[in-house]
């Protein structure tokens, strides 16, 4: 009898052990055994294994994104620059190359003969070109402008206290966010936009302030990446604001080093089409005074002869 006891006993608490063996951080993620451990597909038989106690680093995430994009699996559904060098992700997701570490390979090529060079949120920071390109180091982001736009609400919005509630949502969801590096929270109640702005120290090197924009974008944009399922509300009196789009700006520290003959079809047609006004601004200004001066020396041979 006490034979059948322990081992009823023994059989339930290992099934307490499997039920509780997740990951909160990363809902794609695969957990079994005693002690718990996560893996996450990132390539066909790929498993990466993970830290379930922090935010997965951005470069894993992606490549877990391409792959499942790829066999067909579920990955989603249907304020301007804070100083000149921001810049945003233009080129979406890849299937990038990561450090043992999980941070991006300064050099990306996507499985191809063209290859650029990324900051350390993998976004590309310089022309393209072959595989003969040289990136010689992984430059920081130290800085993101987070704009955001909340959806309608039945009570104003207090902006007094948006920042403070801002900055406690963004530490609770992410990984207990330090919430001294939210420096600077403007609201605008007409278009409800509110741009976030979070930097911190050059040369620090704990913070990734790319994962968290990672999983906040994921939140707004599409579904979480948290086991969850919440998104990112903050509270403002007894009001949660539910966010509708989300658009990051991106500070290095270094500036990027993009070129004009990278430039987009409608930007080059706007340069366009601005060189020629002035071209024939500047002819008709010629001819016009051209034409001044015909009528002045008309005008004085006419008085000579009278």
């Known amino acids: 009898m006490k034979m059948w006891i322990a081992l009823l006993l023994a059989a339930f608490a290992a099934s307490a052990s499997a039920q509780s063996c997740s990951c909160d ?19 066909s038989n790929n498993k990466q294994a993970l830290d379930c106690n922090k935010l997965i680093p951005k470069c894993y995430l992606m490549k877990a994104e391409m792959y499942r994009k790829l066999k067909g699996l579920d990955t989603r559904t249907i304020g301007g620059k804070p100083m000149e060098t921001a810049f945003v992700d233009n080129d979406g997701i890849y299937d990038p190359e990561c450090e043992n570490n999980g941070k991006f390979k300064a050099k990306q090529c996507n499985n191809t003969e063209e290859c650029w060079c990324v900051n350390s949120a993998g976004v590309r920071r310089t022309d393209k070109g072959d595989k003969s390109l040289k990136c010689e180091k992984l430059v920081e982001t130290y800085f993101v402008r987070l704009q955001l736009t909340h959806k309608p609400v039945t009570t104003p919005v207090d902006a007094k206290n948006l920042k403070a509630a801002i900055a406690d949502a963004i530490h609770k969801r992410y ?16 278009s409800r936009m509110i741009v976030v ?18 999983y906040m974008e994921k939140d707004v944009k599409v579904l ?65 005074r051209k034409r001044s001066q015909r009528y002045n020396k008309a005008q004085q041979r006419e008085m000579e002869a009278m």
């Open 25 to 43: 951080t990363m809902k794609w993620a695969t957990c079994d055994g005693n002690p718990c451990q996560c893996t996450l597909l990132i390539g």
């Open 175 to 190: 990984d207990n966010f330090n919430k001294d590096m939210v420096k600077n929270v403007e609201y605008d109640a007409d």
């Open 197 to 214: 702005d979070v930097e911190k120290p050059k040369g620090e090197r704990k913070t990734d302030l790319t994962n968290m924009a990672y």
């Open 224 to 288: 979480p990446l948290f086991k969850d399922q919440e998104k990112f509300q903050p509270t403002i009196g007894n009001q949660k604001l539910e966010m509708d789009s989300i658009l990051v700006y991106y500070v290095d520290e270094e500036a990027p080093t993009f070129t004009m003959k990278n430039l987009s079809g409608g930007i080059i047609a706007v340069i366009v089409v601005v060189v020629l006004a002035v071209v024939a601004g500047l002819l008709v200004l010629f001819f016009a």
